[in-house]
T-cell receptor, first 108, second 113 residues
Framework: RKEVEQDPGPFNVPEGATVAFNCTYSNSASQSFFWYRQDCRKEPKLLMSVYSSGNEDGRFTAQLNRASQYISLLIRDSKLSDSATYLCVANTGNQFYFGTGTSLTVIP | GAVVSQHPSWVICKSGTSVKIECRSLDFQATTMFWYRQFPKQSLMLMATSNEGSKATYEQGVEKDKFLINHASLTLSTLTVTSAHPEDSSFYIC?????????FGPGTRLTVT
């Protein structure tokens, strides 16, 4: 079983829509979690960190459910510039485990 | 925030040659760095963990004699792809952790002809 699993999508949503991604992790000892954004042919960029129950930054909200071992990312009022691949990452000890990424395309 | 650089950003080489990729943490020290490979439309796959002053730890299925890693200082790790073949063509990314976060280099696109 993979350490981190994500629905690869693709998600195609209209501009202004709200979209949510889920990610599950297998190791209950995972300490912290992250959502990264990766544009085509570029390195991942940190979008949000999730250490406790959740985090909100503008249109983006990340939530952590330790009992069910999943993390979610909610994007409100989608913009065309939100089109990217979103990677879920779990930190366990000194290791970082990546999900396969979820592809999002926001359509005009 | 913290900055990690990689060099070169793009390299084309002939089959059978070796290519060295450098990863530097510019404003912090990193006793550990990670090397990833990413094929088109796939996620990052951890290749190895580079440890300053000791041997790298390779993930299962990654040939340590083919992908040589040297972490000679607290700010520099190098990955050498030896005897490169076309199937080694990929996007190679390094990262360095600082506190509980990872900072990625901009990546190196390797094309082996």
């Amino acid at each position: 079983r993979k350490e981190v699993e994500q629905d690869p999508g693709p998600f195609n949503v209209p501009e202004g829509a709200t979209v949510a991604f889920n990610c599950t992790y297998s190791n209950s000892a995972s300490q912290s979690f992250f959502w990264y954004r990766q544009d085509c042919r570029k390195e991942p960029k940190l979008l949000m960190s999730v250490y406790s129950s959740g985090n909100e930054d503008g249109r983006f909200t990340a939530q952590l459910n330790r009992a069910s071992q999943y993390i979610s990312l909610l994007i409100r009022d989608s913009k065309l510039s939100d089109s990217a691949t979103y990677l879920c990452v779990a930190n366990t000890g000194n290791q970082f485990y990546f999900g396969t990424g979820t592809s999002l395309t926001v359509i005009p | 925030g913290a900055v990690v650089s990689q060099h070169p950003s793009w390299v084309i080489c002939k089959s059978g040659t070796s290519v060295k990729i450098e990863c530097r943490s510019l404003d912090f020290q990193a006793t550990t760095m990670f090397w990833y490979r990413q094929f088109p439309k796939q996620s990052l796959m951890l290749m190895a963990t580079s440890n300053e002053g000791s041997k790298a730890t390779y993930e299962q299925g990654v040939e340590k004699d083919k992908f040589l890693i040297n972490h000679a200082s607290l700010t520099l790790s190098t990955l050498t792809v030896t005897s490169a073949h076309p199937e080694d063509s990929s996007f190679y990314i390094c990262s360095a952790p600082l506190s509980y976060e990872q900072y990625f280099g901009p990546g190196t696109r390797l094309t082996v002809t």
